[in-house]
């Protein structure tokens, strides 16, 4: 019998139950989204008159295209750095040397402690007392993404290249390789396949927090498209939520579908014997990655 990563392959009685239950689960959700419908239409969501704005050309290119534009660059910037982020801190966070691997701890833990919103906001309110200008909102939404989602990378990181046996580096010792050789040339590479789906989980949280910058009015999807089309638009507050809900929906589907063709691409082109690494907070509902995680700190 075949297994996965977290669980065995079901018999012919667990297939059974597990179709039945997925049965009843659409049942239920099916219902619950017929009432949704009936309370809409209800109150009149469902009127041509209040989705007509969103048939408009102008509405697109006035509010929402800049909005996503918005998201997309603030998005797009945080990310890099924040995967350079987690790649330096997470490195050195496995530092032989003392004086390198606990400052850079006290950075991880310290930051991946702080609320993502009051960071953006501490960032915000500093940001004038340390620049003569500049578009502070963008700074502070990018600032607080990168800090955060990179201290949590730097953890992902760690994990992953822990998570390759140790008889990958105690091989690579004893051919003459260098630390340096050994972590570029054997554990990262094995390491980042094993690390993908909790970068990828990662990614997609970093894309939705571009929207707590509608607290500090940066201009992004969020912003124009819940909060500005709205007041333009009178009664228009329920069409304007599920739009920029699907567009949301739509960018994260985009994002995994690439991260997902990047893994299988990588998959095919290496080996690994590491364990994939469980997504952050996967902790919480029992999953664990394998190979000897907790070995080193």
Known sequence: MSTTVLFDTPGPRGRVRNHLLTAVSVLVVGGIAYWVYLGFDAKGQFEGKIWEPFLDPYTWETWIIPGLIGTLRAAGLAAVLAL????????ARLSDHAWIR??????????????LLLLIFFIFYLAPAMMGGGDYAFMAVVLGLTLYNGSVLAEVVRAGVQAVPKGQSEAAYAVGMR?????????LPQGVTAMMPAIV????VLLKDTA??????????LNTGFKILPAVFFGSLIPAAIVIGVI?????????YLAHWFERRSRRSRKTAAAPVAPP???AIGLRSGGGLDSTD
Request: aromatic share 10%; no cysteine; proline share 4%.
């Open 281 to 283: 907070g996967a902790e």
């Open 179 to 187: 630390k340096n050789q050994v972590m570029r040339l054997v554990l």
């Open 248 to 256: 949301y929906v739509g960018l994260n589907m985009a994002l995994s």
């Open 84 to 91: 350079a982020f987690g790649a330096i801190f997470g490195l």
């Open 201 to 204: 989980s990662q990614l997609v």
């Open 212 to 221: 707590l910058g509608y607290i500090i009015a940066y201009v992004d999807l």
């Open 102 to 115: 606990v400052p850079a701890g006290l950075v991880v833990e310290v930051f991946r402690a702080i609320p």
